[in-house]
């Protein structure tokens, strides 16, 4: 019985529900609606597909309005009746032109999303006064304008304005008449003015979003009065002074980003006040002090970033406490004592970032036990004895991203073929000095995408294996002493001609390093997807020819030959499809330019400057806007390049044919 009664009350609400849908489709789209839509359209342009005058007149039909019957709103005094729009949903459409401000008379507006468009012009001051706007999404879009002081918005509860160009102070203001917000999302623009007061109106705050605009001065304290809050975003400002205690107020917090800021004092101690933290981002500021108690024996935090501060005393994090840490950045401190030897008991602990800290011991024995790591950095670290460090490393089998630049100065690489590194993705030992030779059991390593040896003095010849290392998309061997052939082997390298690169991200910042540019002779911070697919060779001696397969590596992105003594003709490399930098400069080729090199559509930076070329100079294609350096030092040429190309850059310093490997003062004090 029960059953049947199931199904006879499923069939009435069918025929209810059928009613409601047969009377809402009978209904004609409110007309100060329908004009509304129009204004909102006549400002695009780019139109949407199925809008305007080829269209139904019934608005309620078009793509991404949504509309309910009168009745349904509670609508009083209608003289018609009709449906009304209650929802556009027009994100990622791909919309040109201005917002209108006939928007603000669809007055029973409750979701508004035109986010991820190409919306620019000013703000309709009449949209922040939208009785029954329940989520406004402006997001990412080219929209300008500041805040309206009289903001009255009581139903919102979503607020997105972020990626845009808004400017002026943020009034927080609007936390008086709209507190029922429960996200807002002002980052990505360009508020400027102190911190404001008013926040605290917002009693059902979860996640508050201002980084990556222009605020300065502290922390209001009424932002502690918060309860409800877990995201809050401050990152990349100007925001100073201490971190109030007030902040342990917080007490459903799960994520805090205050980095790139200029915070100081102490971190206060008020961490196992956060039964829920799972991020502590405060990189990039002036903090001091030791590491507070209570945040080294969270047992929520999965992500710790606290890399550079001035923080000092020893890292002595309690990993029995700790069991949910999955990544520690505190590089760029000054911190004193050994490597932590007990963090092989934080037990989920994969990605550690313990570069430029001048520990006094070397990597511990522990760490063969260290299962779960798969990231790590210990670059400028005071080690030594690369042989022991390698040795002990290669028992974490999962270690995929090794970063040990600037350490074990002028020791020998070492050739032992034991070592074994199954796991390596990433491997960089760049501006230590090493002598010996490139080590044979890198070949082994099969899963290598990234390797830079830099600023070494290897010598000896590039092992022909490296051909086989098929997923192998970023090479740096430059500036070392390198010499014979370059291997033939390299441009069978399937990541330089065909395969997709298949390297992520680590994790957030974590450190990754390349030259600043050609003449700083520096490092600089840097993304993996930001390393585009290289050979970089210069500053060596080989003395091959270039070999005409180059021409077949249709994905480099880089090729960087310079400062050797190669011989012989420029071969075809119109197959370099996506190449952005030939430099060929400084060495002994002959023959012409190859005329098919003006096909490159995207070489940006182009050298070929003393050689023995001959023949005149290509003035096609991307060669319009090479300057006359390029080609300098090479007294068969013959040609000008164009009046563009004749605007010289900035004097540079030359390098030497052996270039020195940086200092540490060379290097800048913040990465």
């Known amino acids: 019985m029960g059953f049947a009664y199931f199904w006879v009350l499923l069939i009435l609400l069918g025929f209810c529900f059928q009613a409601k849908i047969l009377n809402s489709q009978s209904l004609a789209c409110n007309s100060n609606d329908l004009r509304a839509l129009e204004g909102f359209l006549n400002g695009l342009e780019s139109g949407i597909d199925g809008w305007g005058s080829n269209s139904s007149s019934d608005c309620c039909s078009w793509d991404g309005v949504i509309c309910e019957p009168w009745q349904s709103l509670g609508v009083e005094n209608s003289t018609l009746p009709s449906n009304r729009v209650v929802r556009l949903e027009l994100g990622r459409r791909r919309l040109k032109g201005k917002l209108s401000e006939s928007l603000a008379s669809l007055d029973q507006l409750r979701i508004l999303n035109i986010s991820n468009n190409f919306i620019r012009g000013s703000l309709p001051i009449k949209l922040f006064h939208l009785q029954n706007l329940e989520v406004l999404d402006l997001s990412y879009n080219e929209i300008a304008g500041s805040i309206p002081v009289d903001a009255n918005l009581p139903s919102i509860w979503f607020l997105d304005i972020s990626e845009n160009y808004f400017w002026g102070s943020i009034g927080a203001g609007i936390c008086n008449n709209s507190t029922r917000i429960r996200v807002l999302n002002l980052s990505l623009n360009y508020f400027s003015g102190k911190f404001p007061a008013g926040f605290g109106n917002c009693s059902s705050l979860e996640h508050l979003s201002l980084n990556s605009n222009h605020l300065s001065g502290s922390l209001a304290e009424d932002l502690f009065w918060l309860q409800n809050l877990s995201r809050l975003n401050l990152g990349d400002n100007r925001l100073s002074g201490p971190l109030s205690m007030g902040i342990g107020n917080l007490s459903n917090l799960v994520q805090i980003d205050i980095s790139l800021n200029a915070f100081s004092g102490f971190l206060p101690d008020v961490f196992l006040a956060f039964g829920k933290l799972q991020s502590l981002s405060a990189h990039s500021n002036n ?385």
């Open 287 to 671: 903090f001091t002090g030791c590491l507070p108690v209570s945040l080294l024996n969270s047992p929520t935090i999965y992500m710790l970033n606290l890399r550079n501060n001035s923080m000092d005393g020893p890292i002595d994090l309690n990993c029995s406490a700790m069991v949910r840490l999955t990544s520690l950045h505190l590089s760029s401190n000054q911190f004193h004592g050994p490597i932590p030897d007990n963090l092989p008991l934080c037990r989920e602990l994969k990605t550690v970032n313990l570069a430029r800290i001048n520990f006094s011991s070397q990597i511990p024995e522990s760490f063969k036990n260290f299962q779960t790591l798969s990231c790590l950095s210990l670059s400028n670290s005071s080690l030594h004895n690369i042989s022991a460090a390698l040795g002990i490393l290669q028992q974490c089998r999962n270690l995929s991203t090794l970063v040990l630049t600037m350490n074990f100065y002028e020791e020998e690489m070492p050739s032992d073929l034991t070592l074994q590194f199954e796991s390596l993705e990433v491997l960089i030992i760049a501006n230590c000095k090493l002598t010996g030779l490139i080590p044979p059991w890198l070949s082994n390593s099969t899963k290598l995408q990234l390797l830079d040896l830099s600023w070494n003095h290897l010598s000896g010849t590039i092992p022909v294996r490296f051909g086989s290392l098929e997923f192998l998309f970023y090479l740096d061997l430059s500036n070392n002493s390198l010499s014979g052939e370059i291997p033939r082997s390299l441009t069978q390298l399937p990541s330089f001609i065909y395969r997709d690169i298949l390297l992520k991200e680590p994790i957030a910042d974590f450190p990754l390093f390349v030259r600043r540019n050609q003449i700083a002779m520096g490092l600089q911070y840097n993304k993996v997807w930001s390393f585009r697919p290289t050979l970089d060779l210069s500053y060596n001696m080989f003395t091959s020819i270039i070999w005409p397969e180059f021409g077949n590596l249709k994905q480099l992105h880089v090729l960087d030959l310079q400062m050797n003594n190669l011989s012989g003709p420029i071969p075809m490399l119109s197959g370099m499809r996506s190449l952005e930098t030939l430099d060929l400069s400084h060495n002994s080729l002959s023959g012409t330019i190859p005329r098919s090199l003006v096909n490159l559509n995207f070489l940006s930076k182009f050298s070929v400057a003393y050689n023995h070329l001959s023949g005149s100079i290509p003035l096609e294609g991307q060669f319009q806007t090479f300057p006359s350096s390029s080609f300098e030092g090479n007294k068969g040429l013959c040609g000008e390049p164009s009046i563009l190309a004749q605007v010289e850059p900035e004097a540079t310093i030359p390098e030497p044919s052996i270039a020195p490997g940086p200092s540490s003062s060379s290097l800048p004090l913040k990465l």
